[in-house]
Every structure is written in C-alpha cells, then in structure tokens.
C-alpha cells in the first residue's frame, strides 16, 4: 500500500472537537453491526465530505482502523481539497476492472486511516456502482477495517448516493442549516428507506448558535464559498421538492 500526504484539515476548536466525539460516541451506540456508513446530503455544499473526513479522522484518532472511501466519481472535491500529489489511482478505475482494490487504497499519512480517492470522473457513475465490483470492495474491506466511511454524491441531485446506502449498514445526512427545504430533506430521507438503508442519524451543519457565539459552520463555510454554482452546474438546480 502507498502512502500518500494530504493537507491537514483546520485545526477544529473545542466545540467543534466535542460535537465530533459526541457524533463517534452516538455511532458506536449504533451497534456492533454498525460497520459501514453512508454520508450524503441533500444538495452540494452542504458540508458533507468535510463532515464524512472529520467522523473518519475521529474514529482513526481514537485507535480505529479506517477506511474512508469517496464514491462521488461524477465530481470529486476530496483529491483537490486535501491537495493530494501525484498520478494517483482511484474508485473509477477499480470499477471498471483496470486496478485491484489493494493498488488503489493509501494510507494517509501516519494516520490509522486509509483512503480510496473517486478517480476519474465516469461517464456512467451510477452503473458502476451498482455493479458487483463496488458490493465486493465493501463486503472485502469489512474484515480489514473497524469503519468504512463511503462520501456519497448529494442524494438531493442524483441517485448515486441511494445504490451506495443500500450496500451500507447505515446512512447520515448532513442538513445545512437554513439553506435547504423541508420537503427536500424528507424527500432525500424517503429515498433512503427504499433503498432499505438504516438511517442512523441528521449532522445539521454550519448553526450560528447565537448572536455573539460560536459559529459552527466556520470550519466549513472556507470549503463552500462559490462551490455550489460548480457543483449546481454539474448535479442539476438547488430545488424544493
């Protein structure tokens, strides 16, 4: 396996740290059976990959062995925002049979975490996920690793991240406060309960807490500011359901 240095994440402050740890502590209240585990949101920049790496440096910080895998192979952000070096291969080209699952997983750094990156953008994600090469690299990894962290696409905008949740044991959704509908999130839940996913919980994300407090979205809103017309362009228009 090949070891690969990405940028560290900010330095989170203690409030953001203790809203991490109580996150790692209501999984582990989960269940033992509880061993992969599917983020997503309703829309982009909603803070879900920076939520997906934190519940996996957390779990890698307190002794866990992690493996955080990005299955947004429409658009990654991950390789990009942690300013990852190098020919590097990813999901995509697993999936479509060019790489086995050992050459396309790095430790990241001195971590107790592995990654696996999207890999090129494909021009049939959805396919690919659902085909048996993407149930395999799951159902393998199970035995390696204590979690896998799977990033999936905003469920809001394509269908992708219902195919990963029904091969995972559990789903999150990260809620932006104030910036998506109702409607929309019920709908992004609905979607889960077909594709027989325990829900395991909401992140609601980016809370001004009071006038004069803490801004939780802080940490968050550096990665997010002008993404949404990148993403929004790819994905599909921010809409109410």
């Known amino acids: 396996m090949q070891k690969i240095i990405l940028k560290k994440p900010d330095e989170l402050d203690f409030q953001a740290k203790e809203a991490f740890k109580a996150l790692r502590t209501n999984i582990l209240f989960c269940g033992d059976d509880i061993k992969t585990i599917c983020v997503t949101s309703s829309i982009p920049s909603e803070g879900k990959t920076s939520v997906a790496m934190q519940i996996g440096l957390s779990f890698a910080d307190a002794g866990k062995r992690i493996l955080f895998v990005d299955a947004d192979i429409r658009r990654s952000v991950v390789a990009a925002r942690y300013q990852a070096e190098g020919e590097i291969l990813g999901l995509s080209h697993y999936l479509i049979g060019q790489n086995s699952i050992e050459e396309i997983t790095y430790q990241a ?106 801004y939780y979205g802080n940490y968050y809103k550096r990665y997010t500011n002008g993404n949404y017309a990148k993403y929004g362009k790819y994905y599909g228009k921010k809409q109410d359901v």
Do not use: W
Request: with cysteine; proline share 5%; glycine share 6%.
């Open 109 to 214: 750094g001195d971590s107790n975490m592995d990654i696996i990156f999207a890999g090129p953008t494909a021009p049939n994600p959805s396919e690919l996920l659902e085909g048996e090469r993407f149930a395999k690299l799951l159902e393998s990894r199970r035995e390696c690793y204590d979690y896998i962290i799977v990033d999936a696409p905003p469920l809001g905008s394509v269908i992708d991240a219902a195919i990963v949740a029904h091969l995972t044991d559990g789903a999150i959704i990260v809620v932006e406060s104030c910036a998506v509908s109702y409607k929309l999130v019920q709908s992004v839940k609905r979607q889960l309960e077909k594709s027989e996913c325990r829900i395991l919980g909401v992140v609601l994300n980016k809370v001004y807490q009071d006038k004069n407090g803490y």
